[in-house]
C-alpha cells in the first residue's frame, strides 16, 4: 500500500522526516514520512509526504504506538510511547 499528500506549511521539514498527520475534516489520522519539501516564496513550504499504511479512523480513547530507529552502531532499538491524545487508531 503506497499514498501520499502535498502539504503546505511554514516551516520546512527535511526528507525521511516521519510525522503524525491528522485530517480532521475526514476524521483520519496517521503516521507518514516526508519525501520532498520545496520553497514555496510567501506561500510557506510544499512538504510531499507519503503513507506507508492507510489513514485510520479516530475514536475518543487512548492509545500506544512503539517507535524502532537504528542506533549509530547499527543496532534497532524499540520504544514504546504512550500519547497523551485521547484517541484510539482504527484501521477503517
Known amino acids: 500500500f503506497r499514498s501520499g499528500a502535498l502539504v503546505m506549511a511554514r516551516q ?13 475534516s475526514f476524521g483520519l489520522m496517521g503516521f507518514a514520512q516526508v ?22 479512523k479516530e475514536e475518543v480513547a487512548s492509545w500506544q504506538f512503539q ?14 510511547t504512550s500519547m497523551p491524545m485521547g484517541r484510539a487508531l482504527r484501521a477503517i
Open 12 to 24: 520546512p521539514l527535511a526528507p525521511q522526516t516521519v510525522v503524525f498527520v491528522q485530517l480532521k
Open 35 to 56: 519525501r520532498h519539501c520545496t520553497g514555496q516564496g510567501e506561500s510557506g513550504y510544499a512538504i510531499g509526504v507519503e503513507f506507508p499504511s492507510p489513514l485510520m
Open 67 to 80: 517507535q524502532v530507529h537504528q542506533t549509530g552502531a547499527g543496532r534497532l532499538e524499540e520504544l514504546e
